[in-house]
């Protein structure tokens, strides 16, 4: 016999105590009772409502209220199923039959409670209760930190799937909403819900804005997730979104154009100028990797480029008389399947080194081109051209040039260091002197100076600027009268300083019948006056002739002059009276010695 239903005054002294320390012996007697009596027993219900989280002790309700009108009970038998939450969670008194909290109750942990409460005369009652939901629970994200890859570039609108938050509290209580609270910078981003049929309010991150990784390449999003409490609660996590690259940028240059300048001396595999090359993009796709373009430039090899580094580097020996300027077009591509590629000018400018001597070509200005200058010109006649160059210095040759000899009369001069003229500075005289010798020298600015050098003979020519002179004024000769025609009288001479035609001298006699020229006649070469003609004493005794020199200069110069001829008187005459009959008188008385006739 179950102890509660003793109907001794003990029995009933002790079922308070026993309801309470035994009430699991008494439930399952009072579950045999009931099970007994079930059809012939009232039964009653009570509905309770608590909300979770009060303090242990809160009133819950009463049993009594569950009772059919103006019924009452000293004492109720509880049922107590295991698993209930009942025996841990609640207090029941069963005498007075209040309800009261054990401890705090969490409706996320158990949201009701039921039993059996059974009066002594066996009215049952079904006690439920309801345990309501506050807002204890602030929604909380499945992870604090999440990160998310998004590529550059994505299309404005594609959507990304994020954890929904969790809230454990339900209806308005739970997660309502969420917004991105900051990171958001250029509202780059928005947030999409939706409601799912378990209720889940489920997250999508969209993309809002174009993005590019070169401008930014991460946002650090902070999310919120908030319920519908008044105030409401939130929980947040951390979102980094990184941009990840596309090979959307090609290599860019520092320098569109890049110059050097280089010694042709320059010993193979020297540095000469590095190139540098960045790409906005990241990994492979901004690995920068450096080549020349030989279909555009160097096809000959003259320069190499580290892949790498963009260092160029000599390749072969140069040579500035053969080429003075090297122009490269080099290319900077990145490591991307689909390479970027971008292009720039690299200009080398190759230095002379001075392994030539300069060269000069002389041009002599005369008729024929050969080294002559008429002793007729004048001071800044121009004798010869003299041109200059230096393959080490090119069109432009920094060379000095000087002249020597000549004696002062010849100078150089030049207008612009590459064309110089050697012209006449003082007056020739081909009869002084006929020829000078010239050396030109043309010196480089090279250390040590390389030097050329020309030496010539400059020949004065003749003009007819001398006239013929006779090596005497005045010739005296004595011949005897009687001399057969053609014989030698006596020879003249003239020079001239000239040469050539202008010094060729011709000799012609002054035709004047008073002085009995014709008498004589002279050789026109040499000079020799022989007689023409019977000379007469007793006509002229001293016959003069003038002498005419001529010299073959264009006009002709000439000079006289005068032979006197004395004749030796010689008896080649007999007398002669001058009339066959002679008259005289003479006076009477004339002393002795009177002449009275001749």
């Not at 590529?151 to 991105?180: C, M, N, R, W």
């Not at 042709?264 to 690995?287: C, K, Y």
């Not at 590459?418 to 500075?425: A, F, N, P, Q, T």
């Not at 006239?467 to 003249?492: K, M, N």
Request: net charge negative; aromatic share 8%.
């Amino acid at each position: 016999m179950c102890p509660a239903m003793s109907g001794t005054s003990e029995g009933l002294r002790r079922r308070s105590w026993v309801s309470r320390r035994w009430r699991p012996v008494y439930s399952l007697c009072t579950a045999l009772v009931l099970v007994l009596v079930q059809s012939s027993l009232v039964r009653g219900a009570l509905e309770l409502q608590l909300d979770e989280e009060q303090p242990a002790g809160t009133i819950v309700g009463n049993i009594g209220d569950g009772l059919p009108p103006g019924v009452t009970s000293i004492i109720y038998f509880i049922s107590d199923q295991e698993g209930t939450g009942v025996g841990s969670d609640l207090i029941i008194d069963d005498t007075t039959g209040v309800i009261s909290t054990a401890r705090r109750l969490d409706r996320e942990q158990r949201d009701h409670y039921s039993f059996i409460a059974v009066t002594m005369t066996g009215i049952t009652v079904e006690v439920f209760i309801t345990v309501n939901d506050i807002n204890d629970h602030a929604p909380a994200f499945p992870k604090k930190r999440a990160v998310l890859k998004i590529p550059e570039h994505t299309a404005v609108g594609t959507k990304f799937s994020l954890e929904p938050a969790t809230d454990a509290d339900k209806d308005l209580l739970t997660t309502q909403g969420y917004a991105i609270r900051e990171g958001n910078v250029g509202q780059a981003f928005r947030l999409e819900t939706k409601r799912a049929a378990n209720k889940v309010l489920y997250l999508d991150l969209v993309v809002n804005a174009q993005l590019d990784r070169e401008k930014r390449s991460s946002y650090t999003l902070v999310l919120e997730a908030f319920d519908g409490g008044s105030p409401k609660r939130i929980g947040s996590m951390s979102l980094e979104v990184t941009v990840t690259d596309i090979n959307d940028h090609a290599p860019a240059f520092n320098q569109s154009r890049y110059h050097a300048i280089i010694s042709e001396s320059l010993p193979q595999g020297s540095s000469i100028l590095q190139v540098f090359a960045t790409d906005e993009d990241e990994g492979d796709n901004g690995l920068v990797l450096y080549e020349i373009n030989r279909r555009q430039s160097d096809p000959d090899r003259y320069f190499v480029m580290d892949t790498k580094s963009g260092v160029i580097t000599l390749n072969r020996p140069l040579d500035y008389e053969l080429k003075r300027v090297h122009e490269l077009v080099v290319q900077a591509r990145d490591n991307a399947s689909h390479p970027e590629v971008t292009n720039a000018f690299v200009t080398i400018h190759v230095r002379d080194f001075n392994d030539n001597q300069p060269t000069m070509t002389i041009i002599f200005l005369s008729e024929d081109g050969s080294p002559r200058i008429s002793e007729g010109a004048q001071p800044g006649q121009y004798v010869a051209r003299i041109s200059v160059t230096d393959p080490d210095y090119g069109e432009y040759a920094n060379v000095n040039v000087s002249l020597e000899g000549g004696d002062g009369k010849f100078a150089l001069t030049t207008k612009d260091s590459i064309i110089y003229l050697i012209y006449v500075d003082q007056v020739l005289d081909r009869e002084e002197r006929d020829s000078y010798d010239l050396r030109v020298m043309a010196t480089d600015s090279g250390t040590p100076p390389l030097r050329a050098e020309s030496s010539f003979t400059i020949q004065v020519t003749d003009v007819n600027d001398n006239p013929p002179l006779f090596d005497q004024q005045a010739y005296r000769q004595t011949i005897p009268e009687v001399v057969y025609p053609g014989s030698f009288v006596l020879q003249v001479t003239a020079r001239d300083k000239d040469q050539g035609p202008n010094g060729d001298v011709r000799y012609s006699l002054l035709k004047d019948r008073r002085s009995h020229s014709d008498w004589f006649s002279i050789d026109a070469v040499t000079g020799i006056i022989t007689t023409a003609s019977a000379l007469d004493f007793e006509s002229e005794p001293a016959p003069s002739v003038t002498v005419i020199a001529t010299d073959g200069g264009r006009p002709p110069l000439s000079s006289t002059a005068k032979v006197d001829i004395l004749l030796q008187d010689v008896n080649d005459n007999t007398p002669v009276f001058s009339s066959s009959f002679y008259n005289a008188s003479v006076k009477e008385n004339a002393p002795a010695g009177t002449c009275f006739l001749e």
